[in-house]
């Protein structure tokens, strides 16, 4: 039984106008301390530091929140050692098949696919949903041929393969039959950003649950589950066992929880993930508000997790006691 574990926010208090603030992810799980080398620490601390910088050089000069999540976010889907993009972990049938989505909030439009198996970028290909289609969900070769369509960049599905995700692959077909195994899930990244202008955004990509079946699909592409944002309230973004995170209506719970019970949003984030752990589910959430407080919030030993902001240097964590 794992214990929950409420998080003090990484990041400073309340912004003044005109200021800007970026918290993200890299999947909560399994990471207790002594599990990673100093060396495996030390580069995914990097690794979540360029992320961060991707997008706080859009949010610095002014850019949009938007874009400032989907830097971030492709930042970590080119990196091999999280499960989104290049590291994406493999269904039953030893493919990958990746969910992403995508939230502007200061118009509650919304973008996401499932079960894609080209695009470089599942964000970005999300991020046209939203712009360049009349729809909120594209799935499969739909999705695919969507990507084409749009001129986004497409890989040969071999690229996603790290041999790590293929060995826990394999271990997990040696025990065959088993559910979807979460004992060393980790790596799903998501972003939450507030730019200059008071907008806020979300974006989450993944490669899902190992040995995932039958076109299951998790809560990162769901909006309302994996992703939320609304300016004015809060942006969100999920990581965990999907399910049960599809069945809290995660995000839009923590948004639920500040827009009409008024909670702050580290208490929304931490009631939230209550929730969760209350019918059996296991993760993480980060949330910003409208005026750039950042909360995580985990039940999990831990979740790789960074923020900076115009008033708060880059600061990373990973396990779930540190500050
Ligand atoms: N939430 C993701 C899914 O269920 C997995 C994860 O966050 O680790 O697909």
Redesign the pocket.
Known sequence: MIAFLCMAPLGAPALAAGSWQLALHG???VVERGALTPQLDAAYRASLDRALEAGAAVLRRGGASLDAVEAAVRVLEDDPLF?AGKGAEFTAEGRNEL?ASIMDGSNRKAGAVAGVTRTRNPVSLARAVMEQSAHVLLSGPGADAFSVQQGLEQVEPGYFRTEERWQQFLQWRDKRGAPPD?TH????VGAVALDQAGHLAAATS????TG?RWG?????PIIGA?TYAEDGVCAVS??????F?IRASAARQLRDRMAWHRERVQAAADNTIRDIAGSGGD?GLIALDARGRVAFAMNSPGMYRGSVGSGNPARTAIYADEK
């Not at 299951?216 to 990162?220: K, L, T």
């Open positions: 999947g909560a799980g499960n969910d979460r899930a980790y790596g799903t993944t490669g899902g649950l995932k299951r699909v998790g809560d990162s994996g999920a990581t965990g066992t999907g399910e995170f993760g």
